[in-house]
């Protein structure tokens, strides 16, 4: 669903007419709230807000996996350093 120029309304609209913009939102209208001409807000519905949250939950689960899948590439290519001497390594840098 794309925004259109009448989803961009300024505060005081917003403010004088709360209960309008909240039927149109939980209709599955979505609006951009301006404050001084800039974007300052945006009014969804709880409902889509919970799966947008769910969304980002699971790009972060893919990303993590996309991670460990590499960590175990290198693993089984040899491209390990043993725990204890890598935080040495570490600590010795951070000192110098």
Excluded: C, W
């Amino acid at each position: 669903m794309g925004i259109s120029a009448s989803d961009v309304i300024p505060l005081s609209h917003a403010r004088a007419n709360f209960s309008e913009l909240a039927e149109e939102v939980k209709a599955g209208a979505e609006k951009i709230v301006t404050k001084n001409g800039e974007s300052f807000i945006a009014l969804i519905d709880s409902d889509r807000l919970d799966y947008y949250h769910k969304l980002e939950r699971e790009r972060i689960h893919l990303l993590l996996i996309d991670e460990v899948s590499k960590g175990l590439d290198d693993v089984a290519a040899g491209r390990v350093k043993d725990a204890r001497s890598a935080i040495q390594a570490i600590k010795r840098r951070r000192s110098a």
